[in-house]
């Protein structure tokens, strides 16, 4: 085998390996499983890992490959789940209590995807509690840790998926995306994210928070694996009806494309930004400077209404999570906590099961959609939501891709921000608008801050353009140094 150890391995690069014989697909899945028993304790990026059932699909593989099959695009690769995907008999909690020990009796569609293309299952990871919030801190089963620091937040929901990756527990992970859940973990753990636009990829099997705005994605350690990743899960599924009927472009081939001549703007509005940090100010103006040496034509656009985008998203989100929420009561799903009658049965399983951030986020929702309050609210965000996406439109009329930070500071401490929720919140200023208008976005690394922690630029797409994105962070990532930058404790 070439590559030097197993975990050193990407995506791309351990399905050619498997495909050609040079290693067998058990062995990179006892690597992958070795390596999180070792040292997933002081990460704590892993819910539950499917050691047996890695092993055995592994070992599908090798059969297969001995039999001269064709191998799928992923063969032999180890994949970690964000737990909020269902996956049929391994436990999927959405990282709450009220879910603990349910076992889906079916797989999400980009679960059976990834099946169907070989990859290995090695288990469920971290996330904030129902995918609601920004540091992992929310989750009911213990916080999920950085790997360039333990001290800092992986991020959010997604943060152990993100983890996971960046630790090289794996070559790549799933996550989902509602409001910045795949790109922020991404940027504050130096890897590549991405969120495909609204309806790209199934969400069928998906545990729902906000049916407008949820999407599962990849994380990798390269632009060309995260291409890879997309392109297996992508594609319309007739159980989603929010899922598109259009073809599934290569991604992996937009990789090796010129960026020359490609229009990337650079939005005005973000220089006003107080939360911005220094030196993420300063790694995303160097990489807007690189991309133009790379021969983009780089300009200003204006997004005005964006700076509304939080706003907006506390209310459409909640709004919509209040919703799809109410089906957990004890009844079908998760322990149960009998009450005296069936409406204090409901009130004490769901004040066990719930978390203070799951509770906060259902009653603000439920206030926004009550009588008297939905035209107020509820209605007026969904009115702003529209001009944030004509908003893009119209820049997107004068530019092929929009770039910018993608969180507006470095890895923040664990508890540094757990007793403010909005400075929380802010945490996911810059991606909120890109999911709000259900447009395709990327996070790749492109930065350090004075204490060694990853930056992440961010490009945004129109819709269903992803190529456009995969062209030109791959452009930008072989230009530089970032990709070869990994937390020394976990390489």
């Known amino acids: 085998m070439s590559g ?26 006892k690597a992958a499983i070795a390596r999180i028993a070792a040292r997933d304790r002081e990460l704590g990026a ?36 964000k737990d909020v995907l269902c996956t049929r008999g391994i436990p999927t909690t959405s990282g709450s209590r009220v879910l603990e020990g349910w076992i889906p009796p079916y797989d999400a569609t980009v679960v059976t995807r990834l099946r169907a293309a070989g990859a290995v299952l090695v288990g469920k990871t971290n996330m904030d509690e129902m995918a609601m919030g920004s540091s992992t801190e929310n989750s009911a089963y213990g916080v999920a840790r950085n790997p360039w620091s333990l001290d800092r937040t ?12 960046a630790a090289a527990f794996v070559p790549a ?41 949820d999407q599962a994605g990849p994380f990798a350690r390269s632009v060309r694996d995260a291409a890879r990743i997309l392109g297996v899960i992508a594609g319309h599924d007739r159980r989603d009806a929010t899922s598109v009927q259009r073809g599934v472009p290569s991604y992996e081939a937009a990789c090796g494309r010129d960026p020359r001549g490609v229009r990337v703007g650079y939005v005005r509005e973000t220089a006003a930004e107080k939360g911005l940090d220094p030196s993420v100010r300063h790694a995303v103006a160097e990489a807007v400077e690189k991309l133009a040496s790379l021969g983009a034509e780089v300009r200003e656009v204006s997004l005005p209404h964006a700076h509304h985008g939080l706003a907006v998203y506390y209310l459409v989100a909640p709004a919509e999570a209040s919703s799809n929420l109410a089906r957990f009561d004890g009844m079908r ?50 009115k702003v939501r529209t001009l944030i996406r004509q908003d893009f439109e119209r820049a997107f009329g004068e530019v092929d891709v929009i770039v910018g930070p993608t969180s507006p500071t470095p890895a923040f401490r664990l508890g540094e921000k757990v007793s403010d929720p909005l400075s929380m919140y802010l945490a996911d200023v810059f991606t909120l608008p890109a999911s709000l208008a259900g447009v395709p976005a990327i996070s790749v690394p492109c930065g350090s801050s004075d204490e060694g922690l990853p930056i992440g630029l961010q490009l945004v797409a129109p819709a269903f353009e992803e190529e456009r994105l995969f062209t030109l962070a791959h452009a930008y990532e072989q230009a530089t140094r970032w990709k070869d930058r990994h937390p020394h404790a976990y390489w």
């Open 333 to 382: 799903y998760g322990p149960r906590v009998t009450g005296n009658d069936l409406a204090s049965t409901y009130a004490k399983t769901r004040a066990r099961g719930f978390g203070k951030e799951v509770r906060r986020r259902i009653m603000l929702g439920t206030y926004a959609l009550s009588a008297g309050y939905y035209e107020a609210f509820y209605l007026k965000a969904q």
């Open 46 to 81: 892993f819910l539950y890992v499917d050691a047996e059932g890695a092993l055995a699909e592994a070992a599908e593989v090798d059969r297969r490959r001995a039999r001269g099959e064709s191998l799928g695009a992923l063969a032999g690769v180890p994949v970690a789940l």
């Open 4 to 29: 030097g150890p197993l975990h050193k391995l990407g995506v791309v690069e351990t399905a050619e390996e498997v495909a050609r014989g040079g290693v067998s697909a058990v062995e990179v899945a």
């Open 154 to 165: 992986p991020g959010g929901s997604s943060g152990g998926s993100a983890a996971a990756t």
């Open 173 to 213: 992970a799933l996550g989902t995306d509602t409001g910045g859940s795949i790109r922020q973990p991404a940027s504050l753990c130096g890897i590549v994210g991405v969120k495909p636009t609204y309806g790209r990829v199934s969400r069928w099997g998906l545990v729902a928070f906000a049916s407008s705005l």
